[in-house]
């Protein structure tokens, strides 16, 4: 396993946890951590199931992300466009990694979320954030847009409340991050630690092939097919995984009533 510079990364109980690990900065990241996050997820797609089944992504001290490195930003504005268009396209495929990792991803917000940290909570199937977590999408600001974490967003919110939160910068806070979708649940401490309990047991009680096929049929239905190869590709789909070896098992166990053989094998 890589050492990183910017995050660190570990397995327990087939959970992995990636790590934002700049706490002295409030985990602002720079090309080096998105460089990170990038091979993180690259060796995490080579896993298989009975080594990972859920990702977490958190940050170290008092908050998720504040979001980009002001030392970094000083660097980047004397680039030139081409350096610019290749430090921002790094960006959007570090987010996308994310977005389309096979295995669940889960982040835990907490303390900030600011500019472009919205992009890595907002790339994960789950959000939880504590109430208090200040979020702002406040590029507008210093007279950018949030434009590489923009698909994510609106992906969760729709576009007229993109609009509010991303051309007035506004701060809100974790409850009415959940109102207006960008999370999926907000709370305190120890909801949150109940909730993230019970949502790593509804994963990893689903067939591991199932989830990871379901990510990949949500990504392509939002994303790649037209409505035509859609009835043809999810008709072929359900076919394939009908006759698999998990489908079979999958469904012997609930005719049979038992328990399928990956919880049995659960750690």
Not at 146 to 153: D, E, R
Request: hydrophobic residues 40%; charged residues 20%; positive net charge.
């Amino acid at each position: 396993m890589k050492e990183y510079q910017t995050i660190t990364f570990s397995i327990e109980n087939k959970i992995g946890t990636i790590c934002l690990n700049r706490p002295e900065i409030h985990n602002a990241f720079n090309e080096v951590m998105i460089a990170d996050i990038l091979h993180c997820f690259g060796e995490i797609e080579q896993m298989d199931y009975q080594t990972l089944r859920v990702v977490l992504l958190k940050g170290k001290g008092k908050s998720f992300c504040a979001g980009a490195d002001l030392n970094w930003m000083k660097g980047v504005a004397n680039y030139s466009y081409q350096e610019n268009y290749q430090e921002s396209f790094n960006l959007s495929q570090c987010f996308n990694a994310i977005y389309a990792c096979k295995f669940p991803t889960v982040a835990l917000v907490h303390g900030a979320a600011i500019g472009g940290a919205n992009g890595l909570l907002a790339a994960c199937d789950f959000v939880l954030a504590h109430k208090q977590t200040v979020f702002s999408l406040s590029e507008v600001k210093i007279g950018i847009v949030p434009a590489c974490i923009s698909p994510y967003v609106v992906k969760r919110v729709g576009e007229y409340k993109s609009k509010e939160l991303m051309l007035t910068g506004m701060r809100f806070r974790g409850k009415e991050a959940q109102k207006a979708g960008l999370v999926n649940w907000s709370g305190g401490e120890k909801k949150l630690d109940a909730k993230l309990v019970d949502l790593i047991s509804k994963l990893k009680t689903s067939g591991p092939i199932a989830v990871s096929t379901c990510k990949q049929l949500l990504y392509d239905v939002k994303n790649v097919w037209n409505h035509e190869q859609a009835m043809e590709n999810t008709a072929r789909m359900i076919a394939e995984l009908r006759q698999s070896a998990e489908g079979q098992e999958g469904m012997n166990s609930f005719l049979e009533k038992r328990k399928p053989n990956w919880v049995d094998k659960m750690d």
